[in-house]
């Protein structure tokens, strides 16, 4: 029974395309309206003809004087304001409703699909569980649908249309006898349930998760059901319609005194015959209101309520083409005519080729062009300053003979930044520590190549060359403390495997000064990996470093130290086996080439 003219407005700029509507009589305002509206003009017109006529001049000051009471009063009724919130709040419940009606088609489609079996028994279990969903929409829809409870009065009527079994309508007759008169809507779709469950047991449903697909999907179903016998039974709050019906009503009233044309004009009227502007204020506010009455309940009898009875119809009949006609059917597969082709266009019609787009939409941004001056990177903290990030170079190639100059950095290069820690604000030890120390694998390798070499040396050699950069003062402190303390174990090694890369002199000097003191291999390695300065929060390059590293080797060491190292499993279990390689190297006093451990 809906009104649909959505075809006669696809296009609104035909001339005349809503006007065209006015015309329509099904579901229009003058449907609505006519009765009202002729009751409205007669006792405006029987007003008018007994002040003109009728009465005499005494009755006729009297009626002057109730006429301007009205006229200046009736604007304090809030009309518009109360109308305007009542219809709001109909038309979206309108809308909720709607949304709210049950559709089998979604459960005819996991049903075809997830309960297997060409055979009879197969075929019956999908036909009866969508009729059951069908069933249970008539059993709702009987409660709260005036056209539907004049179609299947009483479940014989139900049993005779197909929908509703003999041995199905004795069950639910004898449920109606219990105590209980709640709506029996969910006893069919308990019934459609239990067959689910059997033809899981059956093997029809494959696993319990299709199985539990159904259940949810039936459920889900129910809910539905039950929502729409929820709008049926919590309606909008009878005050609300009485206080706007009531607020409508008594503003036409005082408008059938108050807009009489007097007299000399003496209340501003001078409408003599036919009052315009007052029948097109009733026409809009009374309008107004006769749509809210109409969409309050959609399932009833109004030109614009759902038409309940054709979807009982299509349901039924399109849930069984789907379950049992086109259960696991398909046409032949054949390549599509685009089979080897990429790029295609679909062609248009004489008609509709006016419609083809020249170009697809890229987005909104696509077409902006970034100047190559304004597209390098800044530095972080100097946004808006105008400052490009520096160009860190690559980390060059090195030999053996090269890898003490990577390891051993000298007072010059501080120098050349310009402090004695290297912290200043072009931060140029950013780019030589990077380009150094790229990577603590690389510091190791680099490490032990050295140790190598200097394993190979006699002592004089070594002293010769350690005592060269490091003063004696430094040589003695660190032999004291290579003799008193043990190498650390894995766990410590694995907390201590980052490096203060700013602080390279630091490191160069104790290393000279561990091979100057005669300390063994293996505790020159333990120097390397644990004798070193950690990485704080404000240094610069370990904010670099630990910002290249993914969050899961960054972790907080013990309270109250205030820094951050960095853990890493396989670095730790490279040291481990570096000690292990120099401890067969000490006691065999040959380290040959090809058995070094490589950092990477």
């Known amino acids: 029974m809906t009104v649909s003219y959505s075809r006669h407005v696809a296009t609104s700029s035909k001339p005349a395309c809503f006007l065209r509507l006015l015309l329509r009589w099904k579901g229009s305002i003058y449907k609505l309206l006519w009765k009202d509206f002729a009751v409205f003009a007669f006792l405006y017109y029987l007003f008018h003809f007994t002040y003109r006529f009728a009465l005499p001049a005494r009755e006729k000051r009297w009626f002057e004087s109730v006429a301007h009471y009205c006229q200046e009063f009736s604007n304090l009724i809030p009309v518009a304001f109360v109308l305007g919130f009542y219809v709001s709040l109909v038309v979206s419940r309108f809308w909720e409703q709607f949304r709210s009606i049950p559709w089998p088609s979604r459960m005819a489609l996991f049903v075809s699909a997830l309960l297997q079996g060409y055979d009879n028994r197969g075929r019956l279990m999908r036909r009866t569980i ?69 033809a899981r047991k059956e093997g029809r449903i494959k696993d319990d998760f299709a199985a539990k697909t159904l259940i949810d999907e039936i459920n889900e179903y129910r809910g539905k059901c039950g929502t729409l016998l929820g709008f049926d039974w919590v309606t909008v709050p009878l005050v609300y319609t009485q206080v706007v019906t009531i607020a409508v009503y008594t503003f036409f009233l005082s408008c059938l ?69 086109m259960h696991h059917e398909h046409p032949e597969l054949i390549k599509d005519q685009y089979w080897d082709q990429v790029a295609f266009e679909l062609p248009y019609t004489v008609a509709s080729q006016q419609y083809q787009l020249s170009e697809e939409h890229q987005g909104s941004a696509a077409d902006i062009k970034v100047p190559a001056s304004q597209s390098q990177f800044v530095v972080a903290g100097s946004a808006g300053k105008g400052n490009s990030m520096p160009r860190i170079p690559e980390e060059p190639e090195h030999g053996d003979g090269d890898d003490s100059s990577r ?29 150094k120390f790229g990577s603590v694998r690389s510091l190791i390798s680099s490490s032990m190549t050295w140790i190598n070499r200097r394993g190979r040396r006699s002592e004089a050699d070594d002293v010769e060359s350690g005592l060269a950069s490091v003063p004696e003062s430094d040589v003695l402190e660190l032999k004291q403390k290579s003799q008193e303390k043990q190498p650390k174990n894995k766990d410590s090694i694995q907390e201590d495997m980052m490096f203060e890369m700013s602080d390279d002199e630091s490191i160069s000097s104790k290393h000279s000064a561990a091979v100057a003191g005669g300390g063994s291999n293996e505790h020159l390695a333990s120097k390397i990996v644990n004798d070193h300065p950690r990485m704080s929060n404000d240094q610069p390059f370990g904010q670099f470093y630990r910002s290249s590293r993914p969050p899961s080797v960054i972790s907080e060491t013990a309270e109250g130290d205030g820094v951050n190292v960095g853990t890493a499993n396989h670095h730790a279990e490279l040291a481990t086996d570096i000690r292990d390689r120099l401890r067969e190297l000490r006691e065999t006093k040959e380290t040959p080439k090809s058995s070094l451990v490589k950092g990477d």
């Open 407 to 435: 390891l051993l950095s000298t007072k010059s290069d501080k120098k050349a930044c310009g402090s004695s820690d290297g912290r200043k604000t072009g931060r140029p030890d950013l780019a030589r520590s990077t380009s």
């Open 257 to 325: 005194m108050g807009r009489q044309p007097l007299d000399g004009g003496d209340n501003g009227i001078n409408e003599m015959y036919f009052p315009v502007f007052t029948f097109l204020q009733f026409l809009f506010y009374m309008g107004w209101l006769k749509v809210a009455e109409t969409l309050l309940n959609p399932f009833g009898e109004d030109d614009d309520d759902f038409d309940i009875n054709s979807l009982i119809d299509s349901n039924l009949q399109n849930s069984y083409l789907v379950v049992d006609d």
């Open 130 to 198: 969508m009729r059951y969903l069908c069933l249970a929409y008539v059993m709702t829809t009987l409660s709260i649908s005036p056209p539907v409870k004049k179609r299947f009065p009483t479940l014989k009527h139900i049993t005779d249309a197909g929908i509703l079994l003999p041995n199905e309508q004795v069950i639910l007759e004898r449920m109606e006898e219990m105590k209980t008169k709640a709506n029996k809507y969910f006893v069919p779709l308990i019934w459609a349930a239990s067959i689910v469950t059997r």
